[in-house]
């Protein structure tokens, strides 16, 4: 059973402030518009606050990146703005994500990091209409609601991250961590705090953003 979207902060109660230091620093940081590099299944994401996203941080995540950013967000809010699902397999690993989008206005093509900034902050703010965007784009939507008894994907991860930083639209873009060591592939889990700490970020795990959010013990 999928959760409603719009019960994504009542979903967790009990939620309590995680004991870790390092990391409700991670969480200030993200809400302050910091990217945070989280491990997941064996590879990282690098994250950001959708609302707080700027030209400089957005480079950032393309730069580390593999250049192709997502917006995890309620699916709730994607209907709202008439964004449709892209068809999937049936086993496929982006079955949730939607087309991709940029603003409709105030914008060149799209592609630049100014550009990508202004179409990934205007997908966390709930003045946006669906005449607020336009498609295709080149930042990609995926629904990343909640599923009981499930493993927290990557998307689902980084929008509980955003919801636990506060804000009225949670929204987190994201994208997956290229290897230092070998820049053809993806950065595992073991590479993202090296990572982290050469870049001056934050590392957490999916597990410790779980724990917070839900607040277990």
């Known amino acids: 059973?999928?959760?409603?979207?719009?019960?994504?902060?009542?979903?967790?109660?009990?939620?309590?402030?995680?004991?870790?230091?390092?990391?409700?620093?991670?969480?200030?940081?993200?809400?302050?518009?910091?990217?945070?590099?989280?491990?997941?299944?064996?590879?990282?994401?690098?994250?950001?606050s959708a609302a707080a996203a700027t030209p400089h941080t957005t480079a950032e995540l393309v730069r580390h990146g593999s250049g192709l950013l997502f917006v995890a967000m309620q699916s709730r809010r994607l209907r709202a703005l008439r964004i449709p699902a892209m068809p999937a397999e049936l086993d496929s690993r982006c079955s949730n994500s939607y087309?991709?989008?940029?603003?409709?206005?105030?914008?060149?093509?799209g592609i630049s990091a100014v550009d990508r900034t202004t179409t990934i902050n205007m997908l966390s703010d709930p003045s946006s209409t669906p005449d607020t965007f336009r498609r295709p784009g080149h930042v990609v939507p995926v629904a990343a609601d909640l599923v009981v008894g499930t493993v927290a994907t990557a998307p689902q991860t980084v929008l509980m991250l955003a919801s636990l930083a506060g804000g009225d639209t949670p929204a987190a873009a994201f994208t997956t961590l290229v290897s230092v060591d070998h820049p053809c592939e993806n950065a595992t889990a073991e590479e993202g705090p090296r990572i982290a700490e050469w870049l001056g970020r934050r590392f957490i795990d999916s597990r410790s953003v779980a724990t917070a959010f839900y607040g277990w013990r």
């Open 99 to 109: 087309v991709a989008v940029d603003v409709s206005a105030g914008i060149t093509t």
């Open 1 to 48: 059973m999928t959760t409603t979207s719009h019960s994504v902060d009542g979903f967790a109660p009990a939620r309590v402030a995680h004991r870790s230091r390092g990391f409700a620093a991670a969480v200030a940081d993200f809400a302050q518009g910091d990217p945070v590099i989280i491990g997941y299944d064996g590879e990282c994401v690098m994250a950001l």
